[in-house]
């Protein structure tokens, strides 16, 4: 449980600490150019997932089964560097194809970054893994550590250091390193170095590692993987979708003369406003970077469904706390971006809910994981794909940004309940449901009692909103027992 601790601590350290850029974008740059980065990162998703093709998972399941932790290393690394290295040599031969495209036809250059960046992403998976598999998440923190802390360091030294060195002094070094017309270039300029380095930490072991290719392996790797691929990308179709159509569905107002800006800076608009589900988005990523390898060493103990029951049960009261905590002080938290852009708050509870039933749906995945029936996984995906496409065709045409929100809802909401129904056909676990349905119950009321209580005193306000939460923690402790718990845990 340390060691899980450890991998969640440095997944929601390491992400919080990227969304601290956030309030410089968006101080630094109008909505027109953040939606740029928005809409680009959009594709990383994409190619990631496509590039890994559902070979960290398979290395995951096939390091427990085989004896050989090297063979099932070396057959999972080799086929990343090969078709790695055909995609970025791919990309970059047709940058400017593909940037046109895209609608960035005057800067190809961004295709050549994003292709690097995404080619050693996808190596850099499986030592990541082989990390976790191996039990040394003391390692695997600081290696994340050092990725954050590159991007973010780069990050400063571009869009602040250099601007202010530019302008102050006369120094031909900051002339010929910094150039301000590459502008939220920078961006990806410091992914892009960030990225580079931290492969170079895993050069030794790389080099360490003895080669055993098997094809046989591979084979096998692959035919369990395949269908984890058709879940990431019909994941990535449901978590970063809608700020690609965006740019091609939202209608312009007829008084608006630059339609160009005007999407671009819609764009910028949702993606600022979905990173204020910051909280509850870092929850569920350090809870599905723990989990995995948690459900994979606990498959064979006796009370292990138990076990997998009692984790949803906490991780939706969990969850249904962050979205308190940030709804009943959104008044606050809505000062993590730049005020032009909060004019698309009212998405903000929406998506919460959406990334809490996905957090649920990685709770709800393991049966097919844990039953080699990753198939199912995959239709499920695909399902959840569909909804996201046909309601984000449907409604951004009419609502804009809001319809992508409500199409991310719908999209997770289904697929939440459509794994729940084959889990327990196929893997029965008998979850609480009764106080999970209690819990959600009584946060929508909170919610909805502090939308429409309004106080003109902001000190009894506060004093509201804060016995609010206190309310709901306190129910919580009450029906969980938590205190006598803690007892016990310190008693053993």
């Given amino acids: ?163 202010y060195l530019s302008k102050n002094m006369n120094n031909q070094f900051v002339e010929y390193i910094y150039n301000p017309e590459i502008g939220i270039g920078y961006i990806f300029i410091s992914n892009l170095l ?36 058709i879940v990431g990308l019909a994941g990535m179709v449901n978590e970063v979708i809608d700020r690609i159509l965006l740019k091609y569905l939202i209608a312009v107002p007829s008084n608006i003369t630059d339609s160009e800006n005007y999407i671009l800076g819609q764009i910028g608009i949702y993606g600022a406003n979905y990173k204020l589900s910051i909280l509850m988005t870092l929850f569920v990523q350090a809870f599905r970077y723990a989990a995995e390898p948690f459900f994979f060493s606990h498959q064979k103990e006796q009370n292990a469904k138990q076990t997998y029951a009692d984790v949803l049960k906490y991780f939706v009261i969990f969850g249904l706390l962050i979205f308190l905590g940030i709804m009943l002080y959104l008044d606050i938290v809505k000062y993590f971006i730049n005020s032009r852009y909060h004019e698309g708050l009212q998405i903000v509870p929406i998506l919460l809910l959406a990334n809490l039933f996905l957090g649920i749906i990685y709770n ?48 997770y909401f289904s697929m939440m309940v459509a794994s729940y129904y ?23 009321g909170i919610y909805f009692i502090n939308k429409y209580v309004i106080f003109s005193s902001t000190i009894v306000s506060y004093s509201f909103k804060t016995l609010l939460l206190l309310s709901f923690i306190s129910i919580a402790f009450y029906k969980e027992d938590f205190i006598s718990k803690l007892k016990n845990f310190r008693n053993k």
Avoid at 209 to 227: D, H, N, Q, V
């Fill in 422 to 444: 084959f889990g327990q056909k196929y893997y029965f676990i008998n979850y609480n449901l009764k106080k999970i349905f209690f819990y959600f119950f009584i946060a929508i």
């Fill in 194 to 229: 960030a990225i580079i380095i931290t492969f170079a930490l895993f050069i030794p072991d790389f080099i360490k590692t003895k080669i055993k290719f098997s094809s046989e392996l591979l084979k096998k790797m692959l035919i369990y993987g395949s269908p984890l691929l």
């Fill in 1 to 163: 449980m340390s060691q899980t601790a450890v991998y969640g601590l440095s997944s929601i350290v390491g992400r919080l600490l990227n969304y601290l850029l956030v309030p410089l974008y968006t101080h630094l740059f109008i909505p027109s150019e953040y939606g740029i980065v928005t809409n680009l990162y959009a594709y990383v998703g994409f190619l990631i997932v496509l590039l890994t093709y559902g070979m960290e998972t398979a290395y995951f399941r096939f390091s427990q089964s085989e004896k050989d932790y090297n063979k099932v290393f070396s057959t999972a690394i080799t086929p990343l560097f090969l078709t790695s290295g055909i995609f970025i040599t791919a990309m970059v031969l047709f940058s400017q194809n593909i940037a046109s495209a895209l609608q960035y036809e005057k800067n190809p250059e961004y295709i050549i970054w994003f292709a690097i960046i995404i080619g050693f992403e996808a190596i850099t998976s499986i030592p990541f893994a082989k990390l976790r598999q191996e039990n040394k998440p003391v390692k695997f923190a600081i290696y994340k550590f050092i990725n954050i802390g590159l991007n973010i360091g780069l990050n400063l030294f571009f869009l602040l250091l250099l601007p």
């Fill in 364 to 411: 709800l995945s393991l049966w097919y994981k844990l039953t080699d029936k990753t198939s199912f996984g995959a239709l499920i995906a695909v399902g959840g794909a569909v909804v996201t496409i046909v309601l984000n065709i449907i409604l951004i045409p009419k609502i804009g940004y809001l319809g992508s929100a409500w199409a991310t809802f719908f999209c």
